[in-house]
């Protein structure tokens, strides 16, 4: 069965402290990782599509990097308006669908 | 930027009731699907749809639900006979390849 599993559950940072969300996956095949935000109550917002191991890609002030085995969503200098929910979420091949299957997500917290 | 949109944003019924959910893809999509989320639970697939017809679904999509496309711009979502359970957010999302773009949400609050 594929599974996502996301760490922390929920990561505290003072403004300007940067660190790193992780996100490790079990899958028969990648297709491709996903790296969405979640601001409570709202549908998740779409940062970036990763699809092979050594593939980086960067907006502002978060880079999202890819292995066979994991991803990482850097976070640097961040600020309060970064505070959101961060999900990651795989597509598997040999599903007709395009289906996404989701981690439980990263609670971030930025304080001024 | 076009966004895919959701009516209504907040649905309050009474269990055992129908209801139906629409969505607006954005508009050179090809994929379009159900997600739901159950407060403070993860974002879970429910349903992908492809060429006007039902592509993949997930255990959770049972005889109790149903997905149309009506016309050329809406997608709907139709639950029958609902139980305190299907409280969610219910999104809809579209992509044209991979992924998705998701909308705001409906939250069904089933009393």
């Known amino acids: 069965e594929d599974q996502v599993t996301q760490s922390p559950e929920a990561l505290r940072l003072q403004e300007g402290e940067s660190s790193s969300l992780n996100c490790s996956y079990t899958v028969s095949g990648l297709r491709g990782l996903f790296w969405y935000r979640q601001d409570p109550g709202k549908g998740p917002e779409f940062l970036f599509t990763l699809y092979s191991a050594g593939e980086e890609k960067e907006k502002e002030r978060l880079k999202a990097t890819l292995t066979k085995k994991e991803s990482f969503l850097h976070i640097t200098a961040p600020k309060p308006e970064d505070s959101a929910t961060y999900l990651c979420a795989v597509q598997v091949e040999g599903t007709s669908g395009s289906r996404l299957t989701f981690g439980e997500g990263t609670q971030l917290t930025v304080n001024p | 930027e076009p966004e895919v949109t959701q009516t209504p944003s907040h649905q309050v019924t009474q269990m055992g009731q129908e209801v139906i959910l629409r969505c607006v893809p954005i508009?050179?999509?090809?994929?379009f699907y159900w997600y739901r989320q159950i407060l403070g639970q993860k974002v879970e697939f429910l349903v992908s749809?492809?060429?006007?017809?039902?592509?993949?679904k997930s255990e959770i999509f049972d005889d109790q639900f149903s997905v149309e496309r009506p016309d050329g711009s809406n997608f709907t979502l139709k639950i029958r006979s609902t139980k305190l359970e299907d409280s969610a957010m219910y999104f809809c999302a579209s992509s044209y390849l991979a992924g998705g773009s998701f909308g705001p949400g409906t939250r069904l609050l089933v009393l």
């Open positions: 508009s050179n999509h090809l994929y």
């Open positions: 749809f492809y060429n006007n017809e039902i592509s993949e």
